[in-house]
């Protein structure tokens, strides 16, 4: 059974940093890309970044590059998102999910790619 659980999230002011992870069990990890998206209420869930299956290739959303950086132990079945430089837009549910369409060189963007997603985090940043 494919889980992926996400653990992180809480409350920081604007300014500040938080260090999301995506913990994969249950399937071959190392072959695929893991990605994260982000939901604010009323909003639809969006990219927000993602890795390729060897670690080499990143994709961000226009709106956190530069401010987050996502990365992958493959060893530990685990995808880290650090971020810092936080902003009140930054509020939403964070999720992690995973592309089983194996040896992608990108990252896709589009929620619908994706086969499994982990509960959820919520990261709020305060004004």
């Known amino acids: 059974q494919v889980q992926l659980v996400e653990s992180g999230g809480g409350l920081v002011q604007t300014g500040g940093s938080l260090r999301l992870s995506c913990v994969v069990s249950g399937y071959i990890f190392s072959n695929y890309v893991v990605a994260w998206f982000r939901q604010a209420p009323g909003k639809e869930r969006e990219f927000v970044a993602g890795i390729n299956w060897s670690g080499v290739n990143t994709k961000y959303a226009a709106s956190v590059k530069g401010r987050f950086t996502i990365s992958r132990d493959n060893a530990k079945k685990t995808v880290p998102l650090q971020m810092n430089s936080l902003k009140p837009e930054d509020t939403a549910v964070y999720y992690c999910?995973?592309?089983?369409?194996?040896?992608?060189?990108?990252?896709?963007?589009?929620?619908?790619?994706?086969?499994?997603w982990g509960q959820g985090t919520q990261v709020t940043v305060s004004s």
């Open positions: 999910a995973l592309d089983t369409i194996g040896y992608r060189t990108f990252p896709k963007e589009l929620a619908h790619e994706y086969d499994y």
